[in-house]
T-cell receptor, first 115, second 111 residues
Framework: EPEVTQTPSHQVTQMGQEVILRCVPI?????FYWYRQILGQKVEFLVS????????KSEIFDDQFSVERPDGSNFTLKIRSTKLEDSAMYFC?????????????FGNGTRLTVT | DAKTTQPPSMDCAEGRAANLPCNHS???????VYWYRQIHSQGPQYIIH???NNETNEMASLIITEDRKSSTLILPHATLRDTAVYYC????????????FGTGTSLTVIP
């Protein structure tokens, strides 16, 4: 069964550094998402992406964050200058064409630790 | 924010059916109900979704009341590996972006 893959599984970085989290969505999917989950808290929506542009973003997704689909397969989340509070699990997801009725399929996440 | 209400925790004996309830009294006519689960810190795993008819797949059954204000996820023969947090989600907008996770139900399957 096709799946969403994320790399790396764990990223450790120092405060103020830039990080790029990578995702390979399911190949025929058209909608891409990033979510995060701070330890012990809810899964939170960050951003959705369709047709090479952001279609929606939450208030968490500020100017420090950006997303990109640099080629036909990868979908990346960049955090420009990491803060301690960015430490979390980051989940990528993708879904098919029929937006309201197509489930999101999630990867197993990247654990980001900012020291 | 989440438009659903779920009990915070439930137990179920191994081999028995696990019935997880969810209230979504403000659901609109074109909004689907989705169920996901999260085992430990893994990514949320899709289980099933439906609009108004009951649905069944290899993992579970979804029973939606006629007024659509509530639903029940049924795991017919719970195993220890079904221990997880189960999320009932109503997709808020037709853009499909507002996919909010609440706090879910922590299901513990007991041997």
């Amino acid at each position: 069964e096709p799946e969403v893959t994320q790399t790396p599984s764990h990223q450790v970085t120092q405060m103020g550094q830039e990080v790029i989290l990578r995702c390979v969505p399911i190949s025929n999917h058209l909608y891409f998402y990033w979510y995060r989950q701070i330890l012990g808290q809810k899964v939170e929506f960050l951003v959705s992406f369709y047709n090479n542009e952001i279609s929606e973003k939450s208030e968490i997704f500020d100017d420090q964050f950006s997303v990109e689909r640099p080629d036909g397969s990868n979908f990346t989340l960049k955090i420009r200058s990491t803060k301690l509070e960015d430490s979390a699990m980051y989940f990528c997801a993708s879904s098919g064409l029929r937006m309201n009725s197509s489930p999101l399929h999630f990867g197993n996440g990247t654990r980001l630790t900012v020291t | 924010d989440a438009k659903t209400t779920q009990p915070p925790s439930m137990d179920c004996a191994e081999g028995r059916a696990a019935n997880l309830p969810c209230n979504h009294s403000t659901i609109s006519g074109n909004e689907y109900v989705y169920w996901y689960r999260q085992i430990h810190s893994q990514g949320p795993q899709y289980i099933i979704h439906g609009l108004k008819n009951n649905e069944t797949n290899e993992m579970a059954s979804l029973i939606i009341t006629e007024d659509r204000k509530s639903s029940t996820l049924i795991l017919p023969h719970a195993t220890l590996r079904d221990t997880a947090v189960y999320y009932c989600i109503v997709r808020v907008s037709n853009t499909g972006n507002q996919f909010y996770f609440g706090t879910g139900t922590s299901l513990t399957v007991i041997p």
